[in-house]
């Protein structure tokens, strides 16, 4: 697993105008080939009508499938602008598609490539981009005469509270870096005076906002 990587926020749609022609652009996560396919088809349901529906997806730790399709406009003008923009951003495990609605205008080669370029550059923009940053979930227990002390101090540290409950002791579990678990356990052995007790819980994925990629 990585131990970090960007992908799309979430699902979204943005749509632009370029000489009369509507562009709408579609995005949205995928782990697999599978989930890729069935998100365009999706939009190509949904915009059965519309004179294109072009696509391209990246999925995988070192981008091993990769796809553009540019689904009857001229060979390479719409679905490889699309991967490139991708590939451009550094995201993995997401799926693009646009779909174009023809205004009467035509292009040309240089200007389809710069409408679907923009058309995925501005649906990442609106969607946002998260950083998903492997984490180690640690599992502890303390006496409650160390609980303030323990919250004061994770919000300096690079730490972050997961969850917690309150028993006999209190337990809480908490999201360490992968690679960071000894370093944590000191941490919190010092804060505690050596009282609690450390275990290693999964390890999953937490997700943080970017503001600009």
């Not at 990585?2 to 782990?31: C, D």
């Not at 365009?40 to 070192?62: F, M, P, R, V, W």
């Not at 550094?90 to 923009?118: C, H, N």
Request: glycine letters at 8%.
């Amino acid at each position: 697993m990585l131990s970090s990587y960007y992908t799309v926020k979430q699902p979204g749609t943005h749509e632009i105008y370029i000489q009369k022609s509507r562009f709408i652009a579609y995005i949205g996560r995928a782990e697999s080939e599978e989930e890729a396919q069935a998100f365009i088809q999706s939009i190509k349901k949904k915009h059965y009508d519309a004179t294109h529906n072009c696509s391209a997806y990246l999925i995988g730790e070192n981008n091993e499938i990769q796809k553009a399709n540019d689904d009857g406009e001229p060979n390479g003008t719409a679905g490889i602008p699309i991967l490139e923009v991708l590939k451009k951003r550094g995201l993995k495990d997401t799926v693009v598609v646009v779909t174009r609605y023809f205004g009467g205008i035509k292009l040309g080669t240089g200007g389809l490539i710069r409408a679907y370029g923009s058309a995925a550059s501005e649906v990442i923009r609106t969607v946002g981009v998260v950083k998903r940053v492997l984490m180690q979930i640690m599992h502890t227990a303390f006496d409650y005469s160390y609980l303030g002390k323990i919250e004061n101090e994770l919000h300096n540290s690079p730490y972050e509270k997961k969850e917690i409950r309150y028993f006999e002791h209190v337990e809480m579990d908490i999201y360490v870096e992968s690679g960071n678990q000894e370093t944590f356990a000191e941490w919190i052995t010092n804060l505690t005076n050596g009282e609690a007790e450390i275990g290693s819980g999964d390890v999953e994925y937490l997700e943080k906002e970017i503001n600009k990629l």
